[in-house]
């Protein structure tokens, strides 16, 4: 990340600090009860195939272990998949807004360095001779996993506006 000639570049994104509407930081989180609420509906899913196949199992014959198993399998992936939202880290996030419809996010494990970035692009915004160059580390969030702040977007469907 770095600004020059007044253009804050992100990776290969460039966005001119005239249109910059807000920067700010915030913190997303695993929605751990959605995981588990996933889960919870995948148990039951489980226990009811395995009692459809306790009830009938003598009538599937031999493909009785591989329905077991199937399901078995299936409870395995689906603890899995909920025990790496629920053991997952919160993540601070840098939003750069603009007066048009992009939106910037940059994530670190470090909250003091996006703050101090915070700043130095608010320095930047007031300070047309300003410039400077950070080197963010890279951090991937799925953020299918993740919720925060709802950010209202031009066009689009379900917009609600800033909700916490």
């Known amino acids: ?5 007044r253009l804050l570049w992100v990776n290969d994104a460039c966005y001119p600090l005239r ?23 995948r148990l039951a899913v489980v226990v009811l195939g395995l009692a459809v196949v306790g009830a009938f ?6 493909a009785l272990d591989m329905i077991r198993f ?3 399998c299936f ?6 998949d909920m025990l790496i939202v629920v053991c997952g880290a919160s993540h601070t996030v840098l939003a750069v807004e603009t007066t048009g419809d992009p939106v910037a ?3 670190s494990r ?7 970035l915070v700043r130095q692009i608010a320095d930047a915004i007031e300070n047309p001779e300003a410039e400077f160059q950070v080197r963010v580390e890279r951090l991937t ?3 299918k996993n993740y919720t925060g702040d709802t950010v209202n977007m031009i066009g689009g469907h379900n917009n609600t506006g800033v909700s916490k």
């Open 105 to 107: 996010l940059v994530t």
């Open 70 to 72: 199937v399901l078995i």
């Open 19 to 41: 249109n910059i509407a807000r920067v700010h930081t915030f913190v997303v989180s695993p929605d751990r009860g959605a995981a588990m609420m996933r889960f919870l509906k």
């Open 141 to 143: 969030v799925n953020m």
């Open 1 to 5: 990340m770095s600004v020059r000639k």
């Open 75 to 80: 409870l395995v992936y689906a603890l899995v």
């Open 110 to 116: 470090e909250k003091e360095v996006l703050a101090d």
């Open 57 to 62: 199992g003598e009538d599937l014959g031999d």
